[in-house]
């Protein structure tokens, strides 16, 4: 029997079409595989940058955000974006890129209150809020918020926003802040691109944690280098209370971020002022005169056992009290937010430590403790002074005892001797 042919070298130039389409395959195959082996590189090569600004900038959270979004927008290709940071109460710019006209408008926002109306019905960044990992959206003109929250309406109108993509920075169930980024035609982000997205926001919290830890330890350290500076005045001018009562406040405005301050003893029935910080005007004059304190005065509200007196706006405290001539003259000179630090020995008060704040902003939890260990200090330096006092009082008295005594027995002497001659 004769040999049947092979069919495709009976067919060569099917056997050639078979091998150039599967060369083409390959071809491409490796085109994918070399593409996807570029895009990891330039992944990681962006996450090297970001760790690299991270360490060369320690603390410092601009240059970290920037490179972050940077590599963000680029690698996502992406027409803008920003960063948003979330402080328990409100969200604030922190960073933003893109077109001239988006990020003036970014800028002019600034910030918003959540719960506000300036979220409305849920928009990407209030669906991170309330708790969404992830908010993507592939065309921002078909969502409800579009049509309902005109905060939300104007920010896609003004930076043509087309796919929006956020991501939540979060430690552990807590939300530190947004990371957002913007296409300007609908066409959704991929998966790689949202995973590449999470990872720069796990680098923003990073970034912010590094920086609250370096912040932290830098305060502890101030707080400490201010403790033992008053300590240092108060045992090189001892029984001199003045110098002492002046460093104490200039450490607490340094640190505590006050305005005018003032530092004040009671006396058991009226109050003065032994130091002040940036007081002028109609406010000096009166604070210059002892005063016994009225009803509701912060001083009287320490009497009654008030561990401090926090005032938010001394504007709408002076509405409320308009025959009050020292609160109508703290609100006359700008001041805004207060603070009374009481200085107590046991429960008697000595007097307190007051800070004005020309804005309103509250003083911080761990203002008010710091103020608290100035007054502890004040406290410590009064009594210095007083035990300082006794001792001199009672070593004069000694003085004068052993003076009269030796005096007595000259006397004594002097009759001896005449009564023997």
Not at 60 to 81: N, Q, R, T, Y
Not at 265 to 285: H, Q, W
Not at 312 to 321: N, P, W
Not at 349 to 355: D, E, M, R, T, V
Request: charged share 25%; hydrophobic share 40%.
């Amino acid at each position: 029997m004769s040999a049947t042919p092979d069919s495709t070298l009976a067919n060569p130039e099917q056997r050639i079409g078979d091998l150039e389409r599967q060369l083409a395959e390959r071809e491409a195959e490796l085109a994918e595989c070399k593409a996807e082996r570029d895009e990891a590189r330039e992944q990681q090569g962006a996450t090297a940058e970001v760790l690299q600004v991270i360490n060369s900038s320690p603390g410092d959270l601009v240059p970290v955000f920037d490179a972050i979004l940077e590599k963000a927008m680029s690698l996502c290709e992406a027409a803008h974006g920003h960063i948003w940071i979330y402080d328990g109460e409100r969200v604030h710019l922190a960073a933003v890129r893109g077109e001239p006209r988006f990020v003036e408008w970014m800028h002019r926002l600034g910030s918003m209150r959540l719960g506000s109306r300036s979220l409305g019905r849920p928009s990407p960044l209030g669906r991170v809020v309330r708790g969404e990992p992830i908010a993507h959206v592939a065309d921002a003109r078909e969502e409800e918020a579009y049509r309902s929250n005109p905060i939300f309406r104007e920010q896609v109108d003004v930076g043509g926003l087309r796919a929006i993509l956020d991501i939540g920075l979060r430690k552990g169930d807590a939300l530190l802040g947004i990371i957002a980024v913007y296409r300007q035609e609908v066409r959704p982000f991929t998966d790689e691109q949202i995973a590449l997205l999470q990872n720069f926001a796990a680098q923003a919290v990073i970034a912010m944690e590094n920086a609250r830890l370096i912040t932290e330890t830098r305060e502890a350290l101030e707080q400490q280098t201010a403790t033992a500076e008053v300590l240092g005045v108060i045992n090189s001018s001892p029984g001199d209370l003045a110098p002492v009562f002046d460093a104490i406040l200039e450490k607490a405005h340094s640190l505590c971020g006050i305005s005018v301050g003032t530092l004040q003893i009671y006396d058991g029935a009226k109050v003065r002022t032994v130091a002040s910080r940036g007081v002028t005007g109609r406010f000096l004059e009166l604070l210059q005169k002892p005063y016994k304190p009225l009803p509701g005065h912060p001083a009287s509200r320490l009497l009654g056992g008030e561990r401090i007196v926090h005032i938010l706006d001394l504007r709408e405290s002076a509405k409320e009290q308009p025959d009050n001539p020292r609160q109508q003259a703290s609100a006359q000179q700008g001041l805004r937010t207060a603070l009374w630090v009481p200085l107590r020995k046991d429960t008697e008060l000595l007097g307190y430590i007051s800070a004005f704040r020309q804005e309103v902003q509250p003083f911080s939890d761990k203002q008010i403790a710091l103020l608290e260990n100035f007054a502890a200090q004040a406290v410590i330096a009064m009594e210095n002074a007083r035990l300082l006092g006794e001792l001199r009082e009672r070593t004069r008295d000694l003085q004068e005892s052993l003076e009269y005594q030796t005096a007595t027995s000259d006397v004594l002497k002097v009759i001896r001797r005449s009564g023997a001659g």
